[in-house]
Every structure is written in C-alpha cells, then in structure tokens.
Nanobody
Framework: QVQLVESGGGLVQAGGSLRLSCVPF????????MGWFRQVPGKEREFVAA????????DYASFVKGRFTIIRDNTANTLYLQMNDLKPEDTAIYYC???????????????WGQGTQVTVSS
C-alpha cells in the first residue's frame, strides 16, 4: 500500500509537450515497479507505459509511438512521464501506478494515484 500523488497535467495545443510527475508518499520509488495509465470518461482505463522495479525494462502502449518516455529519478524520488508531440486523442486523466510488477490490465494493479487531467486542443 502506497499513496501516489500526480502532478503536471494541464492544457496544451496539439504538438506540445507535458511532463507528468508522480511521488509516493512516505515511500521510495525504487521499491516498486511503476507505470502510467489513462482514462477517458465513458471508456475503460488503459495502459500507457511501465518501468520495471530494477529500471532495466520499459513497456509502452503502441499508441505512444516514440512520443512518450517513462523515467524514474531515484534521487528526486519521482516517476515522470515525458509526453511530446501530444495529440487531441491523448486527452484523458492520467494515473500513476505502483506494484510489484505493472500489468497492462488495470484491474490487476493495486496502487493508484488520484489522477491528473491532460487536455490537448487542436
């Protein structure tokens, strides 16, 4: 059990960039595999990216197509999602996740942040 706090969402125009941050409250990011999911109202939460506990492996959803990068900064105790070349279809609430491993299936993830809104205009 860990409380995750996201920040960095906002409103950007298509083609712009955002960097989301996730901080575990009272814990260290190095203790978990971590990832990012997103959800649009009326749709299921979907996988975006994940980083293994050891930091040696990454996993990205196909729609990222090289635009997003998941980063863990152990010194800052922060997980980031760098999002470049944003598209209107990226508009969603983005959630930080932490677990022993990060599954692509959101129902199998046990620790969630409360989400941060990303809106991309065109």
């Amino acid at each position: 059990q860990v409380q995750l706090v996201e920040s960095g969402g906002g409103l950007v125009q298509a083609g712009g960039s955002l960097r989301l941050s996730c901080v575990p409250f009272g814990r260290t990011v190095s203790n978990y595999a971590m990832g990012w999911f997103r959800q649009v109202p009326g749709k299921e939460r979907e996988f975006v990216a994940a980083l293994s506990w050891g930091g040696s492996r990454t996993d990205y959803a196909s729609f990222v197509k090289g635009r997003f990068t998941i980063i863990r900064d152990n010194t800052a105790n922060t997980l980031y999602l760098q999002m470049n070349d944003l598209k209107p279809e990226d508009t969603a609430i983005y959630y930080c996740a932490a677990d022993t491993v990060i599954s692509r299936r959101p129902t199998e993830v046990t620790n969630w942040g409360q989400g941060t809104q990303v809106t991309v205009s065109s």
